[in-house]
């Protein structure tokens, strides 16, 4: 402003110089006075400007400053006047006009904030100077004064775009700071860890998380480093395996999109997923140990046994199926063995010392059954008291007999369980074979009819199959017969086990469970003829029996009782299972919500999404849909996730040592709060003691049990006495605890 002003009052000068004129140098005094006061305004508020938030003195600043231009303003307009009307000298003329227009556009160019105060400040020099060309007189001069009109009014619209274009540029700035800090507080606030290369792999942005990933191993801040220094770090500090740390360069390097897991040290795993665009490459880090670790229980429930740590049988199949199609393959005739060990009256030790006590006998059995057999050979538990060994080396008959002489004689050690003295023999069925085209199916057939010709010799006997020995097969050939005639004359019972509702200790449900009694071989197992049924077809026969039957039956239980019937696999492979559930409600007169349909893991195998649809068509009639035995096939959460099932009944092996044993107990509730998670009725089976009901009730989320402890399978009638007995207003033991009340269906 100085500088402009000193111009200024030159050119007046000037001006009253050459044309002497008294009235030129007050020109030069007044801007002389007006300068010296703007400036003093302009320090004073320099040293005391006004607060952010203080609107009445930025206003009062705002009037000074205005009047203050305005009378600097009308001193150029008068400077015009006085040249123009007074003095008419050609040259004060020229300099006062072209100094005055000069001061218009600094007007615009200085105020374009404030559109007063360039209107006033306009208005201040256009008057004067426009009074001055119409008193000359002339056309021209009349001319010129009326374009100050437009030039004013332009210098507004100019001043105006200037001020747009500046509230612009301060939004957008604005925006993008506002945006820049959305940017930070997302990158150090979620959940992912996030790094950013540029295209020679140096790290150009990385948040808080991201460096956590490798905390301990990279100290200090990522950005401008290499990220491939950080893997050589990771790797030189036995952190990060060196493969892995190839592979993840690689994909950077290659620009490959993509996810791999890195585990770190301390078993800390990490899931990167690599993004390239243009020279740009993103690194995601996600911690995914919790789901690794999650995966890998249950992928360990999946393959192995939870009572004995060995692999079960699905698991095993797997294994040994395999094995024996790379042996058919390459036409490999080396001996395979495969034994089967069935312990000798263990129903026994049940009933006499209970389901517990024999479960830590078959855990027992197992360990003990390792120490002695071939370091070469396979053990599995195929279920319930029975173990599979098969090996595919050293299998002559001296090696043979010592190994099962061996088994046999460790397993006659007494059993110490809770003080007390278990006995037990087991039999031993086994099968050699040098054929290469051999099936596992064959070979276990074969053990079986082995297994039984020792059995029926007595307890603790080991037998090798041979040719002759077919007796067993005509046995079974008869019991297929014998079943169809049995279906035929319905001579099956059906009998029910109560599920209760560990809340209120009422029953919920009952599961319908067939039994056969031979008119001449006596009580037939249901694992034996339910296979025999599977085996011929006749199963859908039964179930479509035990259909009709249990909901006749439930119908004359109270209204909140429902219950449970099940089917197998090929239940689910025909098409009729829904006409035949259908059929039997209409018949009955149940409502849908009080019948469940129970399958197994193993059930579902066969054909996945067959099954999956079928029972998604009940679910969607009302019908609960229960996964039984949990945790003994193939279990696994895409089974979980991708079926309609409302129920999930955890295997009776993982109960059996939950008083005993933490680990028991934390699996235990594990399974169950992944039950929970997918909002599934949950059932415990095999409750025997109380102390097993209250360890449930106390640590974990189970709704149901189901076990001895409330009673085993029993005819219809007696059935009926328990549930009236057990539903009654004070059915609930004393001090049992309170829970939300179990779901009945879903």
């Known amino acids: 402003m100085l500088v402009g002003m000193a111009a200024t009052i030159s050119g007046v000068m000037m001006a009253a110089i050459k044309t002497d004129a008294p009235l030129l140098y007050a ?176 790290i150009a942005l990385a948040n808080d998380r991201a460096q956590q990933t490798f905390a301990g191993i990279a100290e200090g801040s990522w950005v401008g480093r290499l ?23 690689r994909m950077i390097i290659q620009q490959e999109g993509g996810k791999i897991v890195m585990k770190l040290s301390g078993d800390f795993h990490c899931e990167v997923t690599i993004s390239s665009r243009g020279d740009r490459t993103v690194l995601l880090f996600e911690n995914v140990t919790a789901r690794i670790r999650a995966q890998e229980r249950i992928n360990f429930m999946a393959r192995y046994d939870g ?48 389901h517990l006590a024999g479960d830590r006998v078959l855990s027992e059995t197992a360990v003990r059954i390792q120490t002695v057999m071939h370091r070469n050979s396979r053990l599995a538990r195929l279920g319930g008291d029975e173990f599979v060994i098969y090996r595919a080396q050293h299998t002559d008959s001296e090696t043979i007999q010592a190994e099962v002489e061996a088994i046999l004689s460790i397993l006659r050690r007494p059993f110490e369980v809770g003080g007390e003295r278990a006995d037990v023999d087991a039999s031993i069925g086994f099968v050699s074979s040098t054929d290469p085209h051999i099936g596992l199916d064959e070979l276990i057939t074969r053990a079986d009819l082995a297994l039984y010709s020792a059995k029926a010799r007595g307890k603790g006997q080991y037998q090798a199959f041979v040719a002759e020995m077919d007796s067993d097969f005509r046995y079974r050939q008869r019991l297929k017969s014998d079943l169809a005639l049995a279906i035929a004359q319905d001579e099956l019972k059906l009998f029910y086990q109560p599920l209760v509702d560990l809340g209120t200790r009422r029953v919920a ?97 066969e054909d996945r999404e067959g099954a999956a649809a079928k029972l998604e068509l009940l679910a969607a009639n009302g019908i609960g849909i229960a996964l039984d035995d949990f945790g003994t096939g193939y279990s696994s959460l895409s089974y979980l996730h991708g079926m309609a099932f409302s129920k999930l009944k955890i295997d009776r092996s993982f109960i059996a040592g939950i008083t005993t044993s933490e680990r028991s107990l934390k699996l235990m509730a594990n399974v169950a709060r992944l039950g929970r998670d997918l909002d599934l009725v949950l059932v415990a089976e095999g409750v025997e003691t109380e102390d097993q009901l209250e360890a449930i009730a106390s640590h974990t989320t189970i709704d149901q049990v189901q076990g001895f402890l409330f009673g085993r399978p029993m005819p219809a009638d007696e059935t009926r006495e328990l549930i009236a007995a057990m539903n009654q207003a004070d059915a609930r033991p004393r001090g049992a605890k309170a829970r939300r009340p179990a779901l009945v269906s879903k």
């Open 509 to 605: 449900g009952c599961e319908a469970l067939a039994r056969w009694a031979h008119p001449e071989l006596g009580p037939i197992p249901p694992d034996v003829f339910i296979g025999l049924a599977e085996e011929t077809g006749q199963i859908s026969a039964i179930t479509r029996w035990v259909l009709r039957t249990a909901t006749a039956e439930c119908v004359n239980w109270p209204k909140s009782v429902s219950v449970a019937v099940n089917v197998s696999a090929r239940d689910l492979r025909g098409e009729d299972l829904a006409m035949h559930v259908s059929e039997a409600l209409e018949a009955s007169g149940l409502a849908p919500g009080r019948l469940e349909i129970e399958v197994t893991e193993t059930a579902l195998i």
């Open 227 to 249: 990220f491939s220094d950080l893997l050589e770090e990771a790797i030189g500090k036995r952190a990060l395996p060196e493969t892995t740390a190839d592979r993840l360069n």
């Open 307 to 354: 009572l004995t740590g060995l692999p079960n049988r699905g698991y095993f199949t797997e294994q040994v199926e395999a094995e024996l199609a790379s042996r058919q393959r390459i036409g490999r005739d080396e001996p395979v063995l495969l034994a089967i060990i069935d312990i000798d009256d263990f129903k026994h030790v049940n009933d006499t010392l209970g």
């Open 27 to 202: 020109v030069a005094l007044a801007f002389v006075v007006s300068t010296a006061k703007r400036y003093y305004n302009m320090l004073a508020f320099e040293d005391h400007p006004p607060a952010p938030d203080d609107r009445p003195s930025a206003q009062s600043w705002e009037r000074r400053q205005m009047i203050q231009g305005t009378i600097s303003a009308f001193i150029y307009g008068s400077w015009c006047f006085v040249s123009l009307v007074i003095v008419r000298d050609p040259f004060a003329v020229l300099v006062a006009v072209s100094v005055t227009i000069a001061a218009m556009i600094g007007i615009v160019t200085r105020n374009f904030g404030a559109d007063r105060i360039v209107t006033s400040q306009s208005l201040a020099i256009s008057v004067p100077m426009a009074l001055g060309f119409v008193l000359v007189g002339d056309g021209y001069h009349m001319a010129l004064a009326a374009l100050l009109v437009p030039l004013m009014i332009s210098f507004r619209f100019l001043a105006a775009d200037v001020r747009g274009m500046l509230l612009a540029q301060v939004h957008e700035r604005t925006v993008a700071s506002r945006l820049a800090v959305q940017l930070d507080t997302a990158l150090e606030t979620m959940q992912h860890g996030l790094c950013m290369l540029d295209e020679n792999g140096v």
